[in-house]
């Protein structure tokens, strides 16, 4: 089992940046795609950015693209989301997910393990 552990959400005005955490422990994920999603109230969770583990790969939701930044720290264990420019429509609840197939970068039905979730608040 890999256990995932999001933090750094929280409040901030539109225009302002956040950048979220991604603890990861327990069977190791150096072998692993991570992504972010997010789901808002009444909506269908929605993929953010992906990567490998071992770097690259990277992929973003074009909503995003130039904005948000997907990175890790092998020596934290750690994956973040740089999130700049933020807009009232960035308000969710993102996850951390971890996969072990490589080649399904956007469906969250290939995601087997998931953070609890932190949330974004963005205000105009």
């Known amino acids: 089992q890999v256990q995932l552990v999001e933090s750094g959400g929280g409040l901030v005005q539109a225009g302002g940046s956040l950048r979220l955490s991604c603890a990861a422990s327990g069977r190791t994920v150096t072998s692993y795609r991570m992504a972010w999603f997010r789901q808002a109230p009444g909506n269908e969770r929605e993929f953010v950015a992906t990567m490998l583990w071992s770097g690259g790969s990277t992929d973003y939701v074009e909503a995003v693209k130039g904005r948000f930044t997907i990175s890790r720290d092998a020596a934290k264990n750690t994956v973040y989301l740089q999130m700049n420019s933020l807009k009232p429509e960035d308000t969710a609840v993102y996850y951390c997910?971890?996969?072990?197939?490589?080649?399904?970068?956007?469906?969250?039905?290939?995601?087997?393990?998931w953070g609890q979730g932190t949330q974004v608040t963005v205000s105009s």
């Open positions: 997910a971890a996969s072990s197939n490589w080649s399904i970068l956007r469906s969250n039905s290939a995601y087997k393990y």
